[in-house]
């Protein structure tokens, strides 16, 4: 499985900005991109998920834009919140050998702070 | 709601143990998942396993193994312990389909010393 980069590493954010965090893939086999919200002391929960059949999925205050063509998708957080802050990861799988879920392939992690 | 139980949350080796990390599942979830967690390395895929006695290798399997013996239980063993395998292990499971999440225990945090 091919690396998925996530960047920032941190990211300082007032309360009621915007987040934004990004990712770029390079396996082309990638068809499905969640993004993933961590807390101290707690294991990742799916936070949205997106296809690349479509450009853009939102819910709530959570939104991903899709990139096919750069192969980069990115997590916007509007009206940030300090209930937030907490460790994002974005991740990639492809289809598996069998037809089922294979591993996610996840990008090394952003830190977000939002600042009250 | 899904509930993944890792049977540790703290454990101390010594180097050279066989250690066991165990994970159950309520879900009736085929696939379950191993990855070690890791400061500014984010998570990297160990092993997984889409069905009963079935394994994959994940990107860092060299010095683990797993093991399914039931549908709900899937546990990782590390032959013979040694301090770089001191991280955060994370156990998930997730249904067959791709676009299904996987849903994550909180972690077991192994220091081998």
């Known amino acids: 499985q091919q690396q998925v980069k996530q960047s920032p590493q941190s990211l300082i954010v007032q309360k009621g900005g915007i987040s934004i965090i990004n990712c770029a893939y390079e396996?082309?086999?990638?068809?499905?991109f969640p993004w993933y919200q961590q807390f101290p002391g707690k294991g990742p929960a799916l936070l949205i998920a997106i296809r690349p059949d479509v450009s853009e999925k939102k819910e709530g205050r959570f939104t991903i834009s899709f990139n096919k063509s750069a192969k980069q998708f990115s997590l916007h957080i509007m009206d940030s919140q300090p209930g937030d802050s907490a460790t994002y990861f974005c991740a990639a799988s492809a289809v598996g050998s069998g037809g089922g879920a294979d591993g996610l392939t996840f990008g090394k992690g952003t830190h977000l702070i939002i600042q009250p | 709601d899904v509930k993944v139980t890792q049977s540790s949350r703290y454990l101390v080796k010594r180097t050279g143990e066989k250690v066991f990390l165990e994970c159950v599942q309520d879900m009736d979830h085929e696939n379950m998942f191993w990855y070690r967690q890791d400061p500014g390395l984010g998570l990297r895929l160990i092993y997984f396993s889409y069905d009963v006695k079935m394994k994959e290798k994940g990107d860092i399997p060299e010095g683990y193994s797993v093991s399914r013996e039931k549908k709900e239980r899937f546990s990782l063993i590390l032959e013979s312990a040694s301090t770089n395998q001191t991280s955060m292990y994370l156990c998930a499971s997730g249904s067959y389909f791709q676009n299904q999440p996987q849903h994550f225990g909180d972690g077991t945090r192994l220091s081998i010393l």
């Open positions: 396996n082309t086999a990638f068809d499905y």
